[in-house]
């Protein structure tokens, strides 16, 4: 926001880093801090975290508060202080703990959402340096990692928390906890990291808050300020009265408070505000008064303000008092992040009236009060009256501001509570969430006033009034409860949504969560008269308790270097990432951080909003109008290439006549700034023709015959004469969803043109720097070598910044050679999910014949895949889809068939395991179908059908099972798996509406590129003359530590510290051809190509060294360059000899396999579909490692996503092809509240592989399958479920197995109510 000089404009103070910055002197531009990451704009990941620090001078107290910077007016900050990363420490100074720790603990891969993290962390510290576990999970509960896992972030964590609960090992080798914890005291640890290394937490060497804004809050006198945008007008009165003046002449203005909700409105959906009233400096909204019968709180007072003095309140206040409390609180532990809690306001979330609002409904159903003024008058009023007319906006009128809300004291006989079911435990908006009260006449069950709110259903907060007012005097029992549900259902009308989706669970969910408050009310009625009120059944009991977000125990073993390992080599040690440090300082640069250059533009892409269409026209007439547009690009001023054919049809750069998907690059607008870019962009008008057909689904492709070619088809055995002699054939199909990679930085481009001989510098966050140098040089029409691809590193990839960041890449390269200016592009978090698409949804179809001893003889299996609009790698993926289906098991008779739908959604592409996660997961769930018909448990299939000696794959390539078998094992005995299942039993018998679940499930995972030169690869090491390594190669650093690693191989080869040896970047310029980073496979190739260098320099070094063997690194370097010996080297691998005859169905198309064994335990809510993560327990086959703290980190990783897969992540689309979820608010990605409760990750030791460098095996992917145990543990829970309630036995779960599809498979009272309605 630009801030211009005007008429009463106050100078717009405050501090960043204990450095003034006042706007008017435009020194904000200066400020250039490129620490804080921006992950999506709207509040839902973190990576944008900042501590603003503001003092109150009544109280004299400074309070520190995380925010999200992308949310927060500028104009907000006046008068506050605020710390970004770099203000915290850097490399220059001093590194804070914080940012040591979380380093030095793994807590980094990528790094792009670190500095968020370190801010989150630190601002919990400055408010409470030794924090509990409690508060420290809630601190993180806003800020999304997609790399790590969280694990080893809570570790660091950990190690500043009061109370114990690490697993870190102490000096004697055992884990802190072992004396109680029967769980890991049989292992022989290893810690990750050393704790005696860390430097103590000192409060007093923080930054202070600055004495001129101390000095300006106290002597300044209160006015209101104005200050002038562009656009815009901030007006910030002090008074009510001149609050009301300015709401009586400008009702159309927004109060703003905390901007959470005006905020994403103004971002997202082009809501316009040219005056907005920020009314936060009024003490009458600020209130807080403790009366006789309740609690005023003022309308500004933010939700975490809120919570606080509710707890307080609390444990001040008899219990009796306090129920609207406690329920109201239930509901603001959850809400939101604590970021958005620190900022949001009770007043704003109240008068947004979302149907969203936790709030409202229990403050509705509390009979809490709204205290109302306007120039006309004050007023109280019912807060449930806003909610009267069913859509919430009448009431209230525009000149009305909400001062405060009073919130009531419960009385006697009084109960209220809260609920609330969302795609994610916390930090998601909810699905259904409700607010109960009800008041008994004294002593009795009899109703003397009942209210039921529900939120989430339709447009607003609505109230079960009906049904309230004919359950008065009515007894609190079973026969209330069942009419009750009846009246329910008919009152609280659901509108269906055009795909049908959520409104029987919205249904389900709204009687289900009156049951739990008829159970909460019976049990409380217990305690008045346990004679006459029973109580409910003690197996009905663990209901009541909500699950709970704990700071997880974790293990990880792996097996320690050899004592005769000189100290110096670092193979094999859990090194910290190399960007580690750089990471939470902020310090890490990624394309956005880049500086900018002269006369650079931004450019933001326009998109179609058709699925299939002709172009008629674009206008670009208003667009090119807008302020500061430069140009706007189509597909006519590509030079050369705008299709590229790398297989059965083009990728597009921009769409030329005709659209595809929704979301295809139409055109692109270059401007001076970002935002005029964006403004313009949504100026283009783009006329359509709709062609025909439009399809979406898999279904709909494979209806019109409409399919990537080449189809791809296995087979072995004889299927058809097996399935005659079966004892039994099962036949069945599973459904998997797409996914979104997530990666925090989202894709980013920078093109520089050289202004010579057509040379450009390209600066990608890419898995593949030659293909862009490929791309951007055939769409501009010059060679590749006048074009030079940088990457320093990528915020996160997973496969999703290949083909597509080579597009993204030509158009800005195109608009950088028309314009001959830098053009810089950095897509928004709703954009790049829009457009780039993800892992491809599978539907696999499968015939199964066995025999009654479990033993599989045949299979016969279709996949289906949906590429989208164009091929990219969507046949490649079916093909692996086929070549990985067999998972662990050896099957005789194997038919196996894979297409890959051509439809009109965005194209596909790859994604971390590359159909593996959908295929095995297709197979384990004909596994269990065979367990459920042959009554043996899964667990006994999995073992009976498991390979078990030198065998061949239904490809015939041999492999030794032996690792498989010990994996297994080791899983079985280090989970205590029968033990463990008895326990869970015994849970499942003595609880009705929870139950436990749990499954172990194997993985072979084949590694290998299909084909020898793909895994080709190169390396390049200069020496200089003062003994420093540049050492650089054709890997990219993602997050998996590649150059951490390479560096460690590179140490070992020249034996000399990882301290003398530097990565610079990856680039074209110096490793020409480099195969992309997938695949697992960067390190096994370029480690390969280092060594290779490192040797050459060494041979070459060798007669020095041997004619002065005492010498040091420094005196060879020095004698080498004397004697002109060259010390540069290249090295290079050939790749591994991989091959596939898809004519004959028979190949080597991998080079060696990788095995694990993952068991999960899991506990689910019936009555809302809710589960929680107890127990995971992972032993990974991954060869020697190079570094377990990477490569431990990329298992668990990797795993996390893969729950993210499996069981909540779910992409939607408009029937037109609309992708609905475009941001982290309406995709759920796992966040803390995620992960395991108890979580090790255990290497087998003892492993070999001959065929990658020091005998390690590539693990990027591999672990992402195992995720699927904690579909399969849900599964196991609702079996039990289904069993106990004499339910079909047989029953289809489709992933991911979100709490709808849960709470729909647990059958029972209230989803048949749903269902006969
Ligand atoms: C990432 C994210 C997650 C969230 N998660 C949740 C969640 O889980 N549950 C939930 O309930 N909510 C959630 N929210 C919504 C959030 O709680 C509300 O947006 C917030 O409480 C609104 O307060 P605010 O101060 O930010 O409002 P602002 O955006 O500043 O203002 C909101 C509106 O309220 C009006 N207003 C504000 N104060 C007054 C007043 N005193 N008198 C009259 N009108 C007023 C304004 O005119 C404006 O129209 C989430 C929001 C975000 C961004
Ligand atoms: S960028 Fe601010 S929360 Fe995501
Ligand atoms: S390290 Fe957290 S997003 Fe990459």
Not at 178 to 188: P, T, Y
Not at 224 to 229: A, E, N
Not at 778 to 803: D, E, Q, T, Y
Request: glycine residues 8%.
């Amino acid at each position: 926001m630009s801030l211009q000089g005007a008429a009463g404009t106050e100078e717009l103070i405050f501090y960043v880093n204990g450095r003034k910055v006042s706007v008017a002197r435009e020194e904000l531009f200066s400020v250039r801090l490129t620490g804080t990451k921006y992950g999506c704009g709207g509040g839902g990941c973190g990576a944008c975290t900042v501590m603003i620090s503001t003092y109150e001078p009544a109280s004299k107290k400074i309070r520190h508060y995380s925010a999200n910077a992308c949310l927060l007016p500028i104009c907000s900050l006046y008068g506050a202080a605020v710390t970004t990363v770099e203000g915290v420490g850097s490399t220059k100074t001093r590194v804070h703990p914080v940012q040591e720790r979380l380093a030095k603990c793994h807590g980094s891969q990528c790094g792009f959402c670190t500095p968020g993290m370190v801010m989150s962390i630190y601002t919990l510290l400055r408010n409470h340096p030794e924090p509990t576990s409690e508060q420290m999970i809630a601190a993180l509960a806003g800020n999304l990692c997609r790399c790590t896992g969280y694990r080893p972030i809570l570790d660091a964590c950990k190690t500043f928390c009061k109370e114990s609960v690490c697993c870190q090992r102490k000096a004697n080798g055992k884990c802190c906890l072992d004396q109680e914890d029967d769980l890991f005291d049989k292992e022989e640890k290893v810690g990750l990291f050393s704790t005696d290394e860390f430097q103590p937490l000192d409060p007093t060497q923080e930054l202070i808050f600055p004495p001129e804004l101390m000095r300006m809050s106290e002597n300044q006198p209160k006015r209101t300020l104005f200050f002038h945008g562009e656009r815009m007008t901030w007006i910030s009165p002090v008074s009510l009265d001149e609050l009301l003046d300015l709401k009586a002449a400008h009702p159309k203005a927004p109060l703003v408070v905390g901007n959470t909700s005006v905020g994403p409105e103004m971002k997202f959906r082009g809501v316009f505000h040219p005056i907005v009233i920020a009314p936060a400096r009024i003490p009458d909204l600020n209130v807080v008064k403790r009366m006789d019968d309740g609690l005023t709180l003022g309308a500004a007072c933010s939700l975490s303000l809120v919570k606080d003095i509710l707890t307080n309140a609390i444990s001040e206040y008899p219990e009796e008092k306090t129920k609207v409390f406690c329920a109201v609180l239930q509901q603001l532990r959850t809400l939101g992040g604590e970021q958005i809690r620190n900022v949001a306001s009770l007043g704003g979330n109240i008068i947004s009236r979302k149907s969203t609002s936790d709030l409202n409904p229990v403050l509705a159903a509390s009979n809490c009060m709204l205290n109302l003024a306007s120039r006309g008058g004050k007023r109280q009023i019912p807060l449930s009256d806003i909610f009267a007319d069913g859509v919430g906006n009448n009431t209230i009128t525009p000149e009305e501001i909400l001062v405060s809300v009073y919130i009531p004291h419960s009385r006697k006989g009084e109960y209220v509570s809260a609920f609330r079911q969302a795609p994610r435990r916390e930090n998601a908006l909810p699905i259904t969430n409700a607010g109960m009260r009800v008041l008994f006449e004294e002593g009795t069950d009899l109703i003397k006033d009942l209210s039921i709110f529900y939120g989430g259903a339709v447009s607003t907060t609505v109230c079960a009034k009906q049904t309230c007012r004919t359950l008065i005097g009515r007894h609190w029992n079973e026969q209330m409860l069942d009419e009750a549900c009846r009246l329910i259902l008919k009152e609280i009308a659901l509108p269906g949504s055009p795909s049908g989706e959520k409104v029987d669970y919205k249904k389900t969910l709204v009687v289900s969560f009156f049951y739990r408050f008829f159970l909460e009310v019976l049990q409380s009625l217990r305690t008045m008269d346990p004679c006459r009120y029973p109580g409910i059944p003690m197996e009905y009991r663990s209901v009541l308790q909500d699950f709970k977000t704990k700071i997880p125990q974790s293990i990880q073993i792996y097996q320690d270097i050899e004592p005769s390992q000189s100290p110096q080599d670092p193979v094999g040690r859990p090194i910290m990432h190399q960007s580690g440090i750089k990471h939470a300082t902020g310090e890490a640069v990624y394309i956005d951080d880049l500086p900018s250059v002269d006369g650079e533009l931004f450019l933001a892409v326009v998109t179609s909003s058709r699925a299939h269409a002709k172009i008629v026209s674009i206008d670009t007439s208003e667009a090119l109008k807008g302020p500061g547009v430069f140009d706007i690009i189509t597909a006519h001023d590509v030079p050369a290439t705008n299709e590229f054919y790398y297989s059965d049809g083009p990728e597009i750069i921009f769409a030329r006549n005709k659209v595809i998907c929704v979301g295809q690059i139409v055109c692109a607008v270059v401007a001076d700034s970002d935002i005029h870019a964006k403004e313009a962009a949504a100026k283009v008008k783009i006329e359509y023709e709709v062609l025909e057909p439009v399809i979406l689904t898999i279904e709909e492709a494979i209806k019109h015959n409409s399919f990537f070619e080449p189809k791809r088809k296995l087979e072995h055995g004889n299927v058809d004469q097996a399935f005659e002699t079966v004892d039994n054939i099962i036949e069945g199909e599973i459904r998997i969803g797409g996914q979104e990679h997530f990666y925090m930085e989202t894709q980013s481009v920078l093109a520089v043109p050289i202004g010579e001989d057509k040379e450009m510098d390209v600066y990608v966050s890419t898995q593949h720097p030659a293909i862009i140098q490929e791309m951007v040089a055939a769409s501009l029409g010059v060679p590749a070598n006048r074009i030079m691809c940088h990457v320093k590193r990528v915020g996160g990839a997973f496969g999703g910044k290949l083909l597509k960041a080579g597009l993204l890449a030509s158009v800005a390269a195109v608009a950088a050679n028309k314009t001959s200016r830098a053009v810089r592009l950095i897509l928004s978090r709703g954009d790049d999910m829009l457009i780039t698409g993800g892992r491809h949804p599978f539907i696999g179809k499968y015939k199964v014949g066995f025999m009654n001893d479990g033993r599989i003889r045949a299979v016969d299996a279709k996949y289906y895949i949906n590429g989208g609009c164009t091929p990219d790698d969507s046949v490649l993926v079916a093909e692996v889809s086929l070549l990985k289906m067999d998972n662990a098991y050896k099957i005789p008779n194997l038919r196996c068939w894979a297409y890959a739908c051509k439809t009109n959604l965005p194209s596909n592409t790859a994604f971390r395991g590359f159909g593996f996660p959908q295929s095995a997961l297709v197979t384990e769930t004909w596994i269990t179908g065979v367990a459920d018909k042959t009554g043996l448990s899964p667990e006994k299939i999995r073992e009976i059908n498991m390979y078990k000696e030198n065998e061949q794959t239904h490809f015939k390539q041999k492999l030794d099972p032996q690792n498989l078998i010990r994996c297994w094992n080791e899983c079985m005995e280090k989970s205590a798996y029968y033990s463990r299942k008895t326990a869970v039993n015994e849970f499942n018998k003595q609880n009705y509406w929870k139950k436990k679940g749990i499954a172990i499930v194997p993985m072979k995972f084949p590694f290998g590129l299909g084909t020898r030169y793909l895994s080709q690869a190169a390396a390049l090491v200069h020496i200089y003359t003062d003994g420093s390594v540049l050492l650089t190669h054709g890997g990219i650093e993602m997050g998996q530590g590649i150059h951490t690693k390479m560096i460690q191989v590179a140490s070992r080869e020249l034996n000399i510290p990882m301290s003398c040896i530097h990565f610079c970047e990856t680039s074209t310029t110096t490793v020409p051809n480099a195969c992309a980073s997938v695949g697992s496979a960067g390190t096994d190739v370029n480690g390969m190509a280092v060594k290779d260098a490192c040797q050459t320099l060494l041979k070459r070094l060798q007669p020095i060294i041997n004619k002065n063997p005492k010498g040091t690194w420094n005196d060879w370097i020095k004698e080498a360059f004397e004697q002109s010996v060259s010390l540069s080297a290249t090295g290079y691998f050939r790749g591994y000899n991989e091959n596939m005859d898809w004519e004959k169905g028979e190949g080597q198309p991998f080079t060696y396999f990788l095995y694990g064994a993952a068991c999960s335990e899991v506990e689910i809510n019936c009555l809302t579909g809710d589960h929680k993560n107890l127990r995971t327990d992972i032993v990974m086959d991954i060869g020697y490692s190079i570094n377990p703290a990477v490569d431990i980190g990329q298992i668990e990783g990797a795993f996390v996503q893969g729950i993210g897969l499996y069981t909540m992540e779910e992409l939607k689309y408009s029937p037109e092809g609309v992708l609905y979820t475009r941001g982290p608010d309406q995709y759920k990605i796992p966040a803390v509240c995620d992960i395991p409760e108890q979580f090790s990750v255990s290497l087998l030791s003892s492993s070999q592989n001959p065929y990658a460098i020091y005998s390690s095996k590539g693990i990027g992917e591999a672990g992402l399958f195992l995720g699927s145990s904690v579909f399969f543990a849900l599964r196991d829970a609702v079996t039990s479920v289904r069993n106990e309630r004499g339910l079909k036995k047989t029953f289809a779960l489709n992933s991911p197995l979100t709490a709808e599809q849960i709470r729909a498979s647990c059958a029972d009272d209230f989803t048949e109510m749903v269902i006969r309605r």
